[in-house]
C-alpha cells in the first residue's frame, strides 16, 4: 500500500509535467489544426535556459526559472513568426504546418548540438535532495515542488481561457477562426497569445525537466509522450490534455514500479494506439457537428 | 455608405470578380443574386477583408476600407456569414458577448443584449444553453444577434435562408426587415431571388463574376431574363 501510494505522488508529479507540455500542444491544435512538433524543441531550450541561467549567469533558482520561462515565452512565438505565419498567409494546407513543424524541431535540437554540443548536463543542486517523510511515504521535495507549480500554472491557464475576453476569444478562434475574425477579433494576435502561453508552459516544463533528470539536445523526445497524453485525452481540449497527462503519468510510474522500467514506454504506445483505435477522438476530444 | 470600384479578385487561380462596382447607400437594403459560383460570397468575403482585391477599391464612409478582418469590423461593417459560423462550444449568451468584443462600454452593451433578446425571445430562453444545442433557424438568429451586438451599420448578409423550413424563411425575412427598421444599412446576399426581392429596395444581378443588370427590385423582378434565370417561372412565384 505504501508503495502504492508512493508511486502514485510520483505518477501525479510527472503527470502534471506532462499535462504543461500537452496543453502546449493542445492549445496551438485548437486553433491550427496541425500538431506543432517545434514544442519539443522549445521546451529542451527551457531546460537549457534555466540551467545556464543558474550556472553562467549565477542567478538565484526563481529569477534564473523566471528568465527561463521569458526565453521560451519567446522563442514559441518566434517560431510561429517564422515557420507558421508565413504559411498562414498563403492559407497553405495543413500539410505544410507538420513539415515546418518539424524542421523547426530538426532546426533547434541540431543549433543546440552545434554550439552547446551534444554533452549531458546536470543541474546544481538547487532543491536538497532528502525527501520530507510524510507518515511512513518519502516525497521528493522535487516532486512536490513540480506538482504544485504545475497545478497552479494550469488552473491559471484554465482560468484564463474559461474567465476572461480573451479566453473567450481563444475558445471561439478554437471553433472557427473566421468566425471569431467577424467578431472584430484580431486573429492573429490570438495566435501570438496561444504560442505565448505555449511557450512559457514549456519553459516551466522544461526547467523541471531538467532538474528531475538531466539536460540533453534530445531532451525534447521526452515530449513525445505528452503529445500522446494530449492525444489520449483529446486533442484540443485542455481538460483533455491534463487529463491525459496526469492518467498517462500514473500507468507509467505503476508498470516502471511494478513491471519493470523497460515496459513504460511500451505502455504508453500501446495506450495511443488503443485509443486512436477505439476512441480517435480522445477522452475528451471535440465531437461537436455543425447544424445545417 | 459603401462604395465599390471595379473590384477584380482572384483566387486559387481563377478569376472571381471581375470588375465590380456598387453602391449602398445609409438605410437601404440592397440585395446581390446571382447562381452558385457567380462570386456573391467572394464579394463579401473581399469586404469583409478575407480575401484581397488584385484591382479596384472599396470606400465606406468616404475613405478607404482596411483589409484585415477586424480593422472592417471597427469601421463598423459587421458579416453574417454564410452557414452562420456560430460557436457550436460556447453558450448562447457567450456567443453574443463575442459579438460585442470591441466595445468597451458595458452599460451600452447590455442594452444591446436587451434589444437582441427582444427581437429574438428564443434565444434568451436558451441563454445559457450551448450554441451547439439549438436548431438551424435558431442559430442564424443567434448568428444575426452576435452581429447586431458588433454595433455595425452596415450589415452584410450572406444566404440567412440557407437549409431552413419555409416558414423560418418568412421569418428570416421579417428579421431583415426588422433590422432595417433599427436603423441599420443591409447588403443581403441571396439565392432565393424572390424573396430577397421582396424585401430589399434595390438589387444587382450578378453572373459569373460581372455585375449584369441592377436596378430598383420591381425594374429587376419585371425584367424577361431575370425571371427566366432566377425566378423560375412567369408568375415568378415557385421560389418562395
Redesign the interface.
Known sequence: MIQFLQQLINGLSIGSVYALMAVGYSLVYSIMSFSNFAHGGVIMLGAYFGFFALTLLKLPFIPAFILACAGTTLLAILVERIAYKPLRERNAPFLYFIISAMGASILLENIVIATIGPTFRTYPPVIPRTPIQLGALAVGRLDLIMFFISAVCLTGLILFIEKT?MG??I??A???I??????????DKIILIVFGLGGFLAGVAGVFFGMKYTVYPQIGNITTKSFIAAVFGGLGSLPGAVLGSVLLGTIETLVAGYLSSQFRDLIAFVILIGVLIFRPSGIMG?T????? | MLKIRDLHVSYGGIRALKGISLEVQAGEIVTIIGANGAGKSTLLNTI???LKPSRGEILYKGSKLAK???LV??SGI??V?E?R??????SVL?NL???A??RSDKKAVLEDLEKVFALFPRLKEREQQ?A?T???GE?QMLAMG?ALM?EGDLILMDEPSL?LAPLLVKTVFEIIETIRSMGKTILLVEQNAFKALAVADRAYVLEQGRIVTSGPVAQIAGDPAVRAAYLGSKSGKSCG
Open positions: 475576453k473567450k476569444a475558445q471561439a478554437a471553433y472557427n473566421k468566425a471569431c475574425a467577424l467578431m472584430g477579433v484580431n486573429t471535440k461537436t457537428v455543425d447544424k445545417a | 469583409s477583408g478575407f484585415r478582418p477586424d469590423v471597427r459587421c458579416h456569414p452557414g459560423l456560430i460557436f457550436a462550444n460556447l457567450d458577448r463575442l459579438g468584443y470591441l450551448m451547439g439549438l436548431s438551424g442559430q452576435r458588433t437549409g
